[in-house]
């Protein structure tokens, strides 16, 4: 099965060469780029893609705001694709609220070819391009960003069974599917399951979303 991308960059050789790489692969088929957010989200509308590849700064529309219009969109729209966003910085001020805003991820422009063309099938995959020390870091910006205080957890989190509620929090500390298998002292299959009922009874699209979803509920609280 190929993969449709368009690649939303204000950058023109950034969109060539990405555009190139990508084409060059048998299941990934480029179907468009846009020079910023407005045009991207017109281009999307249009052409359908599985994944968009998002720069955070552009003119005229963010990255952000473009991220926002093709994850939420208005009604009597149902396309939404997966977006990828593209940074400059490994923890750029818009990635948390890109995540927030339902994005399945983010990657560095200046990651190795390998990193980019992978990164676009995990997302296409349905999975999220979140490694744990990624993780990490978006907690860190996320508790300096907001002071630490207890919220009454959100009333979704009663779905979760006490061991799915476990395996959300380790999630949401940043931990990999292994590393919370041993931890649980489960195999990491059942690990991988338990994370996939989370996301369906949570109705979140990713891990990504996960690992905002227990910060904001009050699951898990930064610093502790």
Same mark, same amino acid.
């Given at each position: 099965m190929t993969t449709r991308v368009i690649i939303v960059d204000d950058q023109a050789m950034v969109r060539a060469g990405f555009a190139a790489l990508l084409a060059a692969q048998?299941?990934?088929?480029?179907?468009?780029?846009?020079?910023?957010?407005? *045009?991207?989200?017109?281009?999307?509308?249009?052409?359908?893609?599985?994944?968009?590849?998002?720069?955070?700064?552009?003119?005229?529309?963010?990255?952000?705001?473009?991220?926002?219009?093709? +994850?939420?969109?208005?009604?009597?729209?149902?396309?939404?694709?997966?977006?990828?966003? +593209? =940074? =400059?910085?490994d923890v750029d001020d818009y990635v948390y609220e890109?995540?927030?805003?339902?994005?399945?991820?983010?990657?560095?422009?200046?990651?190795?070819?390998?990193?980019?063309?992978?990164?676009?099938?995990?997302?296409?995959?349905?999975?999220?391009? #979140?490694?744990?020390?990624?993780?990490?870091?978006l907690i860190a910006d996320f508790a300096a960003q907001r002071p630490a205080a207890r919220r009454k957890p959100a009333l979704r989190l009663k779905a979760l069974t006490e061991r799915e509620t476990e395996v959300l929090t380790l999630v949401a500390r940043g931990r990999s599917n292994t590393?919370?298998?041993? #931890? +649980?002292?489960?195999?990491? *299959? =059942?690990?991988? =399951?338990?994370?996939?009922?989370? #996301?369906?009874?949570l109705d979140l699209r990713d891990r990504a979303q996960a690992v905002v979803f227990a910060y904001e509920s009050g699951l898990v609280v930064p610093g502790e």
């Open positions: 048998s299941d990934i088929d480029v179907v468009g780029e846009a020079p910023d957010g407005a *045009q991207g989200v017109e281009l999307s509308r249009r052409t359908r893609p599985d994944v968009v590849l998002m720069d955070v700064r552009m003119p005229e529309m963010d990255g952000l705001e473009a991220a926002r219009r093709l +994850l939420d969109p208005p009604k009597g729209v149902t396309h939404r694709p997966r977006v990828l966003m +593209l =940074t =400059t910085f890109a995540l927030r805003a339902g994005a399945s991820g983010f990657l560095l422009k200046d990651a190795p070819p390998a990193d980019l063309i992978a990164a676009v099938r995990v997302v296409a995959s349905g999975d999220a391009l #979140l490694a744990p020390s990624v993780t990490r870091r590393e919370i298998a041993a #931890l +649980l002292v489960l195999a990491e *299959q =059942t690990v991988k =399951t338990h994370v996939s009922r989370v #996301l369906t009874k």
